[in-house]
């Protein structure tokens, strides 16, 4: 890693040549440092499956299957660490100066052995049944709770096979309506939580100049803790219309998710200087629905097939530990999870006495963003801030596919969009150390244009405004995009044999050609800044 420079302009300084005159400023690191990293791991995996499948009496279909699975791994690391370099020219660790120089190790181990299996069961295709297992363990958890187990369900009624079915709705030639429960066990989490963990402290100095490292517990045990459980639930249907031109799913779906672990921190003060373990206390809930209809058709020589789809999922706490006495617009149980709590912005202050005539943030003048009392007290402060139940992801997600093919030459089409997204598009990277957009320097608030709806430019977070969340830089993410497009020719069989070629096609293919949004700087796809 190596510094690197800037050029700025006092905005008055030229040269003989009226050109202005830069100054070098050095930014990023004080001066060369090297980091580097070994990784050594390995992890060794064994399975056993048992298939059986029979058929009896020609109308009654059994499978079973029966498997274990058992891993064992280790990772051990070592990193070391030099700067003062000389020259950045040799990027080697002996190069390096031996002031402050560090290295660093740790190692790691895991295994996990699992119990699963599933036994099916059809009569005449028409109704079915499956019944699954897994009693999986895992090295996470203490070993009376190490083992967890989870079960799951699921039906399906080929209804369109059933006799009143035909007679009735035959241009509905198959409809199937089917619904499961099942349990799954999430283990992904920092693991040794039921052990007491110990941890290096601050140094003491005995015996005259002896430097001895001293080690104190980092946090409390918890001996109780075991799998995350996730209980989901599905019922849906499949059916298809005028001798399969026509095909339909839809699904609704309502997932609970409980035991998942957090801490209680919120409602224990600091002040008790208590580390409390994390709990399964946690509990989130998840539904929606998808849907698909598509329509194809051929006549002669032409084909084509429409397709559209579409999904909506909005998830919600249903119990987190909370801080007492916080106030309801702030609580988090209720709403969706990764919300985040935002000042509300109400406008930009024109000049010093809209300033003065308000609430408002200590320090804040005209060109600032103006933050709104929400509870009244007037002061504007961190009892102000209010949850918003949007986030980054989005609640409906939807595309619809277009192919259409007329003897040799075909066309294919697929759009996408997304609903219910917001992005916090606030960019501290500004002013001194950086550019502008384009968006928030023309019509930002200056002395000669005091009625903007932009505030003033500002040095990257120093603002309180660029500093803390507030919905100004909230913007909508909905889009809608032609994600791809294709048009192609396929050569006849008679020109490939000549070439001595099975197949060959000549296209022309584009890559988001088209986005329908708010966002101007940013692909509305992505989260990232």
Known sequence: RTPWYLNTW????????????????????????????????????????????????????????????????????LSAYRRYFLSTGL?????????????????????????????????????????????DGSYIFPEDKRFGFFPGISVGWQIGKEKFWVDNLSFINSFKIRASWGQTGNDRITEYQYLSSMGFGTPLVLNGNVLFKTLNELRISNPNVTWEV???????????????????????FHNLRSNILAF??????????????????????????????????????????????????????????????????????????????????????????????????????????????????????????????????????????????????????LFQGATGAVRYDSITHSGAIGNFFQKDAIGRWTPDNIEATKPRTWNGSGAYWTAQANTYWLQNADYLRLKNIEIGYELPKKINKKMGIQSSTLFISGLNLLTFDHLKDFDPETISN
């Open 264 to 413: 209680r921190n919120a409602s224990v003060p600091t002040s008790t200087g208590l580390t409390l373990p994390m709990e399964n206390i946690g509990k989130v809930v998840n539904q929606g629905y998808e849907f698909l209809v598509s329509y194809g058709d051929t006549r002669k020589d032409f084909s084509y097939q429409v397709s559209v789809n579409g999904g909506f999922a909005k998830n919600k706490i249903k119990f987190w530990d909370e801080t007492p006495g916080a106030p309801d617009y702030q609580k988090s149980t209720g709403h969706p999870m990764n919300t985040n709590l935002y000042y509300q912005a109400i406008g930009i202050y024109k000049d010093q006495a809209s300033v003065d005539a308000s609430p408002h943030w200590v320090g804040a003048r005209a060109g600032d963003i103006q933050f709104k009392d929400v509870n009244g007290d007037g002061q504007v402060n961190g009892l102000d801030k209010v949850r918003d139940d949007r986030s980054n992801i989005p609640t409906f997600t939807g595309g619809m596919s277009l192919n259409l093919r007329y003897k040799n030459i075909y066309v294919s089409m």
């Open 91 to 135: 990027d080697q660790m002996f190069a390096g100066g031996d002031l402050e120089k560090d290295n660093n190790g740790s190692a790691s181990q895991e295994a996990r052995l699992n119990y699963f299996g599933r036994v099916n069961y059809d009569f005449r295709s028409k109704y079915m049944i499956e019944i699954l297992f897994r009693y």
């Open 230 to 252: 996730a209980n989901q639930s599905n019922i849906g249907f499949d059916g298809e219309l005028m001798n399969g031109k026509i095909k339909i799913s839809g699904d609704y």
């Open 10 to 77: 006092d905005g008055s300084s030229i040269d003989a040549n009226g050109r202005p005159v830069l100054t070098k400023v050095k930014s990023g690191y004080a001066d060369p440092n090297l980091t580097q990293v070994m990784a050594d791991g390995q992890m060794t995996t064994l399975n056993a499956l048992i298939n059986y499948h029979t058929t009896i009496a020609e109308k009654h279909n059994i499978k079973v299957l029966l498997g274990t699975e058992k891993s064992v791994g280790g990772l051990m690391n």
